[in-house]
């Protein structure tokens, strides 16, 4: 079995559409009382001015824009849940779970701030709570192919390599272009020791990510990984 240092290497997916689904609720559906109906308006149109500036990767005007919505009006969970996001992406932990948790108290069915709350106790190095989130989240939607990912790399970090690969394959079929999994399928497959796996997985994940600039960093690596392998056969 290969060392576990490269846990160091792997990534949590942010919910980068995560906004989409909440961009435009329907005022008149809303389930506001009348006296409250102002304030909530008021509100929305500062929530609506998050989603944009999320749009924009202004996060801290996206920040800025869904806590005034919340100090407006405090029982929005929609805006709560923007307002956890932000915070996570802002590295500020404490204050995005205290947010998608009050989120999740307002509205149980927006499964999403589990994934972010799974993200949260990652971020903190907690990778059992953060597994018990992603799974939360995966009873609503079983085709979610980020957290899928994320769950994977929590398992990994448990040193459950098998039941990772598990679920960055889940991931794959729900998203084959998800080209991060093969990255991190490849490190789980050296956990197991299975070289050629590996190498193959990281052959797959150079192609894929060819040319992307963001990719960069993680392409030396694996291109790094895959030569110390093919050395480490050349020397048994």
């Not at 609720?25 to 509100?43: G, H, S, V, W, Y």
């Not at 729900?174 to 399928?185: G, S």
């Not at 790094?224 to 048994?236: A, I």
């Amino acid at each position: 079995m290969f060392p576990m240092w490269r846990k160091t290497a792997l990534l949590i997916a942010v919910l980068a559409a995560a906004a989409a689904a909440y961009e435009k609720p329907e005022l008149e559906k809303a389930d506001i009382d009348p006296e409250d109906l102002a304030r909530f308006k008021e509100a929305y149109t500062f929530y609506l001015d998050g989603i944009g500036f999320e749009k924009e990767g202004s996060w801290v005007s996206a920040s800025q824009a869904y806590r005034k919505a919340v100090e407006i009006y405090r029982n929005y969970p929609d805006a709560l849940y923007g307002l956890g996001r932000m915070a996570l992406r802002l590295g500020r932990l404490d204050e995005a779970e205290d947010a998608l948790r009050e989120a999740l108290t307002l509205k149980p069915e927006l499964h999403q701030a589990h994934t972010e709350l799974g993200s949260v106790h990652y971020r903190r190095g907690d990778y059992n709570k953060a597994a018990l989130e992603y799974k939360d989240a995966l009873k609503h939607d079983p085709d979610d192919a980020v957290t899928r990912y994320n769950l994977g790399n929590a398992y990994r970090n448990l040193d459950k390599p098998k039941d990772a690969l598990e679920e960055y394959e889940k991931a794959l079929k729900r998203e084959p272009d998800y080209v991060d999994c093969y990255y991190n399928m490849a490190l789980a497959y050296e956990d197991l020791g299975k070289v050629e796996e590996a190498i193959a997985a990281y052959d797959k994940f150079i192609e894929m990510a060819g040319d992307d600039p963001d990719q960069q960093e993680w392409v030396n690596r694996a291109k790094e990984y895959k030569q110390s392998l093919r050395e480490g056969e050349k020397g048994e």
